[in-house]
């Protein structure tokens, strides 16, 4: 007999708006720092922007019916702020047509038998509110501009939406857009981003707040955050380089995590930064902790976690691939952060039980073949590499929640298709379905059929 995950198990894909919606001012849309971000010379890879993407706020019939022949029972998926309320505050106009669209779209994913999965804040965020008072800057301002947001969304969509995510990796939001300048906004420092990540997540909780408060008794859904998170292993068993591997964590999800699931910063991490970490006031992170229904996991890979370094934002550890023999942990990926590493996602499920208590929605994993863009779309769907990746994860993941106990509710693959892929443009692909940008036609690879055999395979009727 084959184990079997639970037959109400959440399984899919996910994606976000600005890397596949495309029409940018269609419908009353307006910039958000993405658009700005995108169109500022130097700052994607190949110079691209999320102008057209996969045309998905055209085309999302076809996504849908993409989705549909995948098997998948789920679609997690981003709504633009910017289109639902163009110049993002809460004494600003609601968008009809926006309304109206995404509502239409989320009708026609629950006709197909596809529950809709939703993420409020996937970094899109209106220009005009960066513009007026310094967007995730001004707590102030944006949180209640947030939660007005989540509020409109809650309002108009939660008649058929039940479940909800707040914002989409903190951790990118914040250390990405406002620390590395990688990201949008692309401010560099290391300053600001301490307070962007602090108001993030008190806007994240009173967004929570709002929807318990005033939705959750009459529409019956659940609602959470997705945090990012590689798992860390010490590059040997030197009590340093334990520690360090520890610290890792703390620094890129427990400072997330804690304040959510526990009620305040860890330790390790308040005593390196001191004063320019936030505290939370008492009303603060009474709402704050607690704030979240599940843990909403976002993860590629595994990295070896060293001590060392000056990299204040990662706690002073240096993380390589390299194990001390010379050769690689894992097998290598088109991205130079990202290697396939199964046991560790195993590791990091157990983990997170172990630590938070909650049960666990992975909303992202996937793999970027390498150097799958120079290569013909013949070769591509031939995604043996991909396939291989995800016959690790799903296995991990079922071993997690069969031998080892650990309540996963759901696995969300990234991604359905190709798409834009922020500052790497579309040269990097991690979909299981082939895009050609010229012409937008579809072609699945091998990994789309590979996801949809395991999971009519292993989920219990
Ligand atoms: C996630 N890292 O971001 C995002 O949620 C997606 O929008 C994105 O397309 C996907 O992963 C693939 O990259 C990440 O450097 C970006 O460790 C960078 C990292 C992790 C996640």
Not at 292 to 312: P, V, W
Not at 324 to 334: A, N, R, V
Request: net charge negative; with cysteine; hydrophobic share 35%.
């Amino acid at each position: 007999m084959t184990a079997k995950l639970p037959s109400d198990f959440l399984w899919g894909y996910a994606t976000a708006s600005y890397q596949i919606e495309g029409s940018p001012d269609v419908q009353g849309r307006s910039p958000s720092i993405w658009d700005t971000f995108s169109h500022t010379p130097g700052k994607i890879k190949d110079n691209s922007n999320g102008d057209v993407a996969t045309d998905s706020y055209r085309r999302w019939g076809e996504d849908i019916a993409l989705l549909k022949l995948s098997g998948a029972n789920s679609y997690r998926f981003s709504i633009s702020w910017s289109r639902i309320i163009p110049q993002g505050g809460r004494g600003d106009l609601i968008n009809a047509d926006a309304i109206e669209h995404y509502g239409v779209f989320i009708q026609t994913l629950r006709k197909n038998g596809i529950k809709p999965i939703v993420t409020l804040y996937h970094w899109d965020l209106p220009q005009a509110l960066h513009d007026r008072y310094g967007g995730w800057l001004n707590k102030e301002e944006i949180v209640q501009d947030y939660v007005n947001y989540a509020r409109t969304c809650f309002r108009y969509f939660g008649d058929q939406v039940k479940d909800w995510i707040t914002h989409n990796e903190p951790w990118c939001i914040s250390v990405l857009g406002y620390a590395t300048g990688a990201f949008a906004p692309g401010h560099k420092g290391d300053t600001e981003h301490w307070i962007v990540a602090h108001n993030l997540l008190i806007a994240h909780a009173y967004a929570v707040k709002a929807y318990r408060d005033e939705f959750q008794a009459s529409q019956g859904g659940q609602i959470g955050i997705t945090l990012d998170c590689s798992w860390q292993i010490p590059y040997d068993d030197s009590p340093e380089n334990v520690a360090a591997a520890q610290r890792a964590i703390a620094f890129k999800l427990g400072r997330f995590a804690d304040p959510i699931y526990k009620g305040h910063y860890p330790k390790v991490v308040k005593d390196m930064i001191g004063d320019r970490l936030p505290d939370f006031t008492e009303e603060e992170i009474s709402v704050v902790k607690g704030s979240s229904d599940f843990f909403g996991l976002n993860t590629y890979t595994t990295q070896l976690a060293m001590e060392g370094g000056d990299s204040e934002i990662q706690g002073n550890v240096k993380n390589t691939f390299t194990k001390p023999d010379g050769t690689q942990l894992g097998k290598e990926s088109h991205v130079s952060w990202l290697q396939t590493y199964p046991p560790g996602f195993r590791s990091l499920l157990n983990y997170l039980w172990e630590t938070y208590k909650k049960p666990i929605y992975v909303t992202e994993n996937g793999f970027p073949v390498k150097g799958e863009n120079s290569l013909p779309v013949e070769k591509v769907v031939n995604d043996t590499a991909r396939v291989d990746y995800y016959e690790g994860y799903t296995d991990a993941l079922l071993r997690a929640a069969n031998e080892d106990g650990v309540p996963v509710k759901g696995y969300f693959a990234w991604s359905i298709l190709d798409n834009f892929e922020w500052a790497d443009g579309y040269d990097t692909r991690f979909g299981v379905t082939y895009v050609d940008f010229a012409t937008q036609r579809r072609t699945p690879k091998a990994s789309y059929d590979f996801l949809k055999k395991w999971f009519a395979d292993h989920i219990a009727t």
